[in-house]
């Protein structure tokens, strides 16, 4: 038990202690002590103060009331914490440093300093004190023990009060929050034990404060003595009119005097029947279990918290909290529409209404469980039927079908349709060929075809050694086995039955000796040792690569059939024979006459693109062997473009070609004439001759590259807008208009090719010009090129008949002449003759003026056509265009390139087929005609796009095909409720 | 030996019925066809020319009305039904494939200040100046039957606008506040007010149906959720909101139509900022209604013309006006979206074609490629200036033509000043405010 443990009240001070209310005399009881000890210890005031505000916060934190503080020369009780009883008495010498505690001598030990909580003031001491504090000087009160049960200091300072205020105001504030304190407290004794004290409070002492109590006892003992009881009425009196000072009437505690609580009026003892009863007294009985006691601990804390419950908020705040909530839930809500609305903004084609009934046969249930009996007829039959249980909506699918219904969506199910027919169509294909392949007996054929393998082979390994070089090893190492096998054998040795009746033949038969020339030849690549092909090999490479060239592309690439088999890109270009018969034969001629045949075999086969880049190198190869060779093979070159592009041997040309007679065998040339198209479209070499460029523009007029590379040499935005146009609007009449785009003819020319166009400007421009005229008129198309040659010969006779006396070239170039004159900037002379020196008839102004004032312009930029001959390229804006040009890049496009290319691709069924025009014209948004288009519907879009994901399409369908409505309709859950509105609606709208 | 014979088949050539097409056989060789930018240039610059020949959007003026028209309805299931309600409390329906008056009933005494229809189109429900909700049959009474209301509801204050739920049987009246109704009752079963006491119309949104839009008094647009007991947003502008429109395939678009000339086009979940402004009116607008298929609106203003805006553009595509057109106070879309419908103030609805260059009536296959070929055509040719010129040009009254000026005018001073003040004090002072944040004041939560 500890000095701060509650005391019990007594009767009579229930009431007073709701007089405490009264600030100042809370305030009053507390203040005299304190005045005391400022007298008596000569402390600062401050101090004072300090001690006070720690014990304020220590007892508010404890919930500890202070102990009343005790004076030198007073007789105390000692007791340590653990020590069950006190000790003798001891005096009190003095306070010590620290807080709360003294100095006390006495006892068993002669001097020793203790804490307030283990003193106990002995009554004897504190009678006197008591009696004192009636005393006048102030200074002199004993201090009204703080923690003293408040009914008791509260009767002191009702009896004089009044005298005290004047010095207590200092203190007043602290003290007051102190007295309010214990008012709180005592309250709280109060309710939790009133009804016992009502009883015993008189009679019974609680042992541990006895004497505290036994002191209380003797002050008021004291005061009786003193007034009587004519005193205690009076006292009473004053106490009632002091309550009814405070303003509000207070309920008077009913007294009780039978002991009723105590002793039942059942015989059954109600011990404890006034106490309160606790949370945790309810859990008593439960078990001890250690969430029990968790519990209790809990309920323990949620009974000592003092803190309050917060306010709740005020109505506008609660609505803005409530309001943003919702907000966000909405907001969140309604973003789920987002995907499809993106969807919707992105999608090619929207059709409405959205919800649009499959047009397809409908399943018999669906049309069913629309339909009502309407006509009489009608009415009588359903009738029978239900009399007769009918099964009406009987499932007329079998499970099988509907699970196969469910399975595959139409669109689905075309699809892959769609490929396991290409799959069947190339395994035909495969079959086909494979059987045409069995079938041809030729052995030159399948010789090439060898030999078509091992070339493939030698370039994989190629390959591989640079990827992958232990691999190659490998590779090497079975080469290597193959060749010692080889030499091992006698296959190709000549010693078969075969070689020898053919040895005996060879003597009379030409063919016999050049077959078996073959096979010894066979043997010695078979046995030669495997080298790094080297640039000495490279002669003979191309040349097999030419033979093998059609025969094996699809042997060795299975992979690559599929697409040309079912693009159906053919090699379009038969050999020519007729050149072919006018030049000789090169060496290793064997394979030369080989080829025409195969390739008639083959026609239909594909070259491949690794194939033609092969193709380029050797060509490449061969021109700069020309270049780098006699200056008589220079002409050479032009005429092998010429071929290539117009794939056309100018008589005159192939004579020139004929007088040198070298490795350039025009066979070849020939044959590669198509590869040297694609060559001449991919790299723009062929720029020099009119003729070509002006047939590559042609070709190449769709290609964007080239125009982009023309805007960039643009020199002001106006141009380059202007430009833009051009290319669109001019590129049908390129070479008629003198104001033919500039950009057309500059392409980029790669670093070798320059020296070369150096030596191509020697050329006589004279022969060059008077092809160009002829080529001009060449469509593009190859078919076409055949039939007119004839005419084209005619043509030019024609021509060069009619302008037999016309020089034009040469006007040409005057005229190009005068343009440059023109373009370039003149000289302004500004001299003023006479001015600053004499003038007149004769008198020249003197050197130095005229070159003074003579304004020089900067030359122009190099004209664009100054490396062309036959070309004038006239860089002065055309008004009479510009009118027809779009000023700036419109909106959705990022480059001028998109914006032209979507120009220049025309959408009308003159250039397209029909399928195409009706995709490339298909309307954005499609509506039915008398249909009411509904708003979109939740249950379609959200919850069924986990349905609609599997097409790439937007849940709108996109494209004009008829087959959507019903691929949608097949997804989408129908709705009957809407079957029967939108048939109502039908019913009800009329077209108007 | 393999001998090469010329074949026919008669297949590819000889048509099955005299009614088919001749079969054209054609080589799209492009060489020999040559020039096909300007051919098609020019088919485009025909079809241009064409299209402007054949605009003739007004189809129809029903006049009958005995005063300035102030609201209409759609009917939700018939295409050829209109309902109209006039400053006379007088209701008309019509029917438009006759353009002829149908039924007329007196519905209120003073304006008829709203009125729609059930989702189903049995009936309709109608607002006026005499506090007043009442609802009527689709249905003319039969002979001898007298015209009543099927219910009406009398309230405390005016109502000025009402909307009907899309799905349930539920509208929301606004007037003094937002109140939501169920029809079989009374009393709303709802009400909504934030501190406003005149509402000027009020709207379901017709995707997410359990939302509302309203226009207030106080310059705002409230946001509710039929559901949540509170609004759910308010954004205040610059000027006050005549009418809104939720976009019926985008559930969380809508555009109101504005004092201020112009419209703004709102993300429901951005109120801070309009998506777009459309600007192209020269008086206040005052209704507006969104397409079915949820790509243009169409809006009426004071400054007697109607527009018709791209939901994404700031600009309208097109203008009707006529000169005996007044004030247009209400439009509608027509549910097929070929048509619009506009009630004015000189007590006409007029009906015009909301594509002003299409042919009405059926199109044969054939017609109808040839027109989306065109339709192709301009649209690919739509940036060249020829084109563009013809494409572009419309006829305006002149007072609308001038005032159009004048503001540009005003516009393009505004916007000088602003660059100059700019100019001429500290950088970073004067912020570059843009056009769509000019208009909105502040959006409370």
């Known amino acids: ?992 | 030996m393999k001998v090469k014979v010329l074949c026919r088949n008669p297949d590819d050539y000889v048509r099955e019925t005299t009614k088919d097409i001749q079969r054209v056989p054609r080589n799209y060789d492009p060489s020999l066809h040559p020039f096909e930018v300007p051919r098609e240039f020019t088919r485009a610059l025909n079809a241009t020319k064409l299209e402007r020949v054949f605009a003739k959007p007004f189809l129809a003026s029903l006049d009958g009305h005995r005063d300035g028209v102030n609201c209409m309805a759609k009917h939700p299931t018939s295409l050829s039904t209109l309902l109209s309600g006039s400053c006379d409390g007088e209701v008309k329906m019509w029917n438009l494939t006759k353009r002829e008056c149908t039924r007329t009933l007196q519905a209120h005494e003073g304006f008829v200040r709203g009125m729609c229809t059930r989702f189903c189109g049995t009936s309709f429900f109608t607002v006026g100046d005499d506090k007043t909700i009442k609802q009527w049959k689709m249905e003319a009474p039969s002979y001898g039957e007298e015209e009543e209301p099927l219910t009406t509801i009398l309230g405390k204050a005016v109502y000025t606008g009402i909307d009907h739920h899309w799905k349930e049987g539920i509208f929301a009246t606004c007037g003094q506040q937002v109140d939501i109704w169920d029809e079989q009752k009374s009393s709303p079963i709802r009400t909504f007010s934030w501190g406003v006491d005149s509402f000027s119309s009020v709207r379901f949104n017709p995707v997410e149906t359990h939302l509302l839009a309203s226009c207030a008094s106080d310059r705002s647009i409230v946001l509710y959720d039929m559901r949540e007991a509170t609004p759910l947003k308010k954004v205040i502008m610059n000027l006050r909101s005549n009418t809104l429109c939720w976009n019926p395939m985008e559930a969380f678009h809508f555009t109101c139509a504005n004092e201020d000339y112009n419209l703004y086009t709102f993300d429901m979940r951005r109120l801070d900022i309009p998506k777009i402004v459309h600007m192209d009116h020269v008086s206040a607008v005052l209704d507006l209604d969104y397409s079915p298929t949820g790509t243009e609106f169409v809006s009426a203003s004071f400054d007697k013309t109607v527009r018709i805006f791209p939901k994404d553009h700031g600009h309208s595509r097109e203008v009707y006006h006529t000169k005996r057109m007044q004030h247009v106070i209400c439009v509608k879309w027509s549910s097929d979206n070929k048509y619009l419908l506009t009630g004015s103030d000189e007590m006409n609805i007029r009906l015009w074609k909301a594509n002003a260059s299409e042919k009405l009536g059926v199109l044969a296959p054939r017609e109808r490629a040839a027109m989306n070929y065109n339709d192709k055509l301009k649209e690919k040719f739509k940036h060249h200036p020829q084109v563009r010129r013809i494409a572009r040009h419309r006829h305006l009254p002149k007072t609308i033509f001038s005032q159009s000026k004048e503001l540009r005018v005003m516009k393009e001073a505004r916007r000088r000043k602003e660059r100059n003040v700019r100019k001429h004090s500290k950088p970073g002072s004067v912020p570059v405010v843009t056009e769509k944040q000019k208009h909105v004041l502040t959006v409370v939560k």
């Open chain 1, 1 to 992: 038990m500890c000095y701060w443990a509650t005391p019990k009240h007594r009767r009579e001070l229930a009431q007073l202690s709701c007089l405490s209310d009264d600030p100042y005399k809370a305030s009053h009881t507390a203040k005299e002590p304190q005045t005391e000890m400022a007298e008596q210890d000569c402390r600062g005031e401050k101090k004072q103060r300090c001690k006070a505000g720690t014990s304020r916060y220590f007892n508010k934190r404890q919930g500890a009331r202070n102990l009343p503080l005790l004076h030198p020369r007073d007789s105390v009780l000692l007791r340590i914490d653990s020590e069950p009883t006190w000790r003798g008495p001891a005096t009190v010498r003095g306070e010590s440093i620290t807080q709360w505690s003294y100095e006390v001598s006495g006892g068993d030990r002669v001097e020793m300093r203790q804490n307030r909580r283990h003193l106990q003031l002995l009554p004897s001491t504190a009678e006197p004190r008591a009696k004192a504090s009636f005393d006048p000087p102030p200074e002199q009160t004993p201090p009204a023990p703080e923690s003293s049960p408040g009914g008791l200091t509260i009767e002191y300072s009702s009896s004089f009060d009044i005298r005290h205020i004047g010095y207590t105001r200092g203190y007043q504030e602290e003290l007051a929050n102190m007295a309010k304190k214990r008012k709180a407290e005592k309250s709280r004794d109060k309710l939790k034990t009133s009804s016992k004290n009502l009883t015993v409070a008189q009679t019974e002492e609680d042992e541990d404060d006895g004497g505290l109590f036994k002191a209380d006892d003797t002050v008021i003992s004291a005061s009786e003595d003193e007034g009587g009881s004519d005193d205690e009425r009076k006292h009473r009196k004053l106490l009632d009119a002091i309550g009814s000072l405070g303003g509000k009437k207070r309920r008077k505690l009913a007294e009780r005097s039978e002991a009723s609580a105590q002793i039942s009026e059942f015989s059954v003892s109600a011990e404890g029947a006034g106490e309160k009863i606790t949370l945790g007294d309810l859990l008593g009985t439960l078990e001890q279990t250690s969430v029990i006691t968790k519990t209790k601990k809990q309920l323990k804390n949620l009974h000592n918290r003092r803190d309050t419950l917060e306010l709740p908020l005020s109505r506008q705040q609660t609505e803005k909290i409530q309001r943003e909530v919702a907000y966000g839930k909405t907001s969140k809500e309604v973003s789920s529409w987002q995907g499809v609305v993106v969807r919707n903004q992105k999608a090619d084609q929207l059709v409405f209404p959205l919800n649009q009934e499959p047009s397809g046969p409908k399943r018999v249930e669906q049309v069913v469980a629309g339909w009502k009996a309407q006509t009489p007829l009608e009415l009588e039959i359903f009738n029978l039927l239900h009399m007769n249980k009918q099964p009406v909506h009987d499932p007329v699918l079998t499970p099988a079908e509907e699970a196969s219904l469910k399975a595959m969506s139409l669109d689905e199910a075309k699809i892959r349709r769609a490929e396991l027919q290409k799959a069947r169509a190339l395994q035909s294909y495969y079959e086909a060929k494979a059987k045409r392949d069995k079938k041809i007996k030729s052995k030159k054929y399948h010789k090439v075809l060898k030999k078509a393998k091992r070339k493939e082979f030698l370039k994989e390994f190629e390959e591989m050694r640079k990827m992958d070089p232990t691999a190659a090893l490998e590779e090497l190492r079975k080469m290597e086995m193959a060749r010692m096998e080889e030499r091992m054998s006698l296959k190709h040795q000549n010693s078969g039955k075969w070689a020898r009746s053919r040895a005996i033949m060879a003597k009379y038969d030409n063919e016999a000796r050049k077959a078996m020339q073959q096979q010894l030849e066979v043997n010695k690549t078979l046995t030669q040792k495997l080298a790094v092909p080297s640039e000495s090999e490279d002669e003979e490479r191309p040349e097999e690569a030419a033979v093998a060239l059609p025969d094996f592309v699809n042997e060795a690439q299975p992979a690559d059939v599929t697409n040309p088999w079912m693009m159906g890109k053919l090699t379009a270009e038969p050999p020519e024979p007729a050149e072919s018969s006018d030049t000789e034969l090169p060496a290793g001629g064997v394979q030369q006459q080989e080829n025409p045949e195969d390739a008639t075999e083959e026609v239909e086969e594909v070259i491949d693109e690794e194939e033609v880049l092969l193709r380029e190198f050797e060509n490449r190869r061969k021109l700069r062997q020309t270049e780098n060779g006699e200056r008589d093979m220079v002409p050479v070159m032009p005429v092998e473009r010429e071929e290539i592009v117009t794939e056309r041997a100018a008589s005159e040309v192939v004579e020139i070609s004929d007088d040198d007679e070298d490795e350039v065998d025009e066979d070849e040339v020939s044959e590669f004439k198509s590869l040297f198209q694609n060559l001449a479209e991919k790299e723009q070499e062929a720029v020099m001759e009119v003729k070509t460029t002006i047939n590559a523009e042609g070709e190449d007029g769709e290609e964007p590259a080239l125009l982009d590379e023309g805007l960039t040499r643009l020199r002001t935005l106006e141009d380059l807008d202007h430009l833009s146009q051009d290319v669109s609007i001019e590129l049908d009449e390129p070479a008629t208009q003198s104001t033919a785009t500039p950009d057309l003819e500059e392409t980029t020319i790669p670093q070798p090719d320059k020296k070369k166009n150096q030596k191509k400007n020697m050329i006589d421009c004279n022969e060059v010009l008077t092809k160009e005229a002829k080529v001009i008129k060449i469509p593009m198309a190859p078919t076409a090129i055949e039939e007119e040659e004839e005419n084209e010969e005619e043509q030019k006779m024609i021509i060069k008949e009619a302008f037999a006396g016309d020089d034009v070239i040469s006007d040409f170039l005057k005229d190009k002449r005068k343009q440059e004159e023109a373009g370039n900037p003149k000289v302004v002379n500004l001299t003023l003759p006479g001015w600053g020196e004499w003038g007149g008839l004769g008198l020249k102004t003197s050197r130095h003026k005229r070159k003074r004032f003579r304004v020089k312009a900067d030359p122009p930029p190099p004209r664009r056509d100054n490396n062309l001959p036959s070309v004038i390229i006239s860089e002065k804006r055309n008004s009479s265009i510009a009118v027809h040009q779009v000023s700036q890049l419109p909106f959705p496009f990022e480059k001028p390139e998109q914006f032209e290319s979507c120009m220049r691709t025309p959408i009308g069924n003159t250039w397209n087929t029909q399928r195409t025009v009706q995709k490339l014209t298909a309307p954005k948004v499609i509506t039915q005609m008398g249909a009411i288009i509904e708003p979109i519907a939740k249950e379609d879009f959200i919850k069924g796009k986990t349905l609609t994901t599997t097409g790439k399409q937007p849940d709108i369908s996109l494209s004009a095909g008829k087959g959507q409505a019903t691929k949608r309709g097949s997804k989408r859950p129908q709705k009957k409720g809407h079957s029967k509105r939108s048939q109502l609606k039908r019913m009800k709208s009329k077209p108007k």
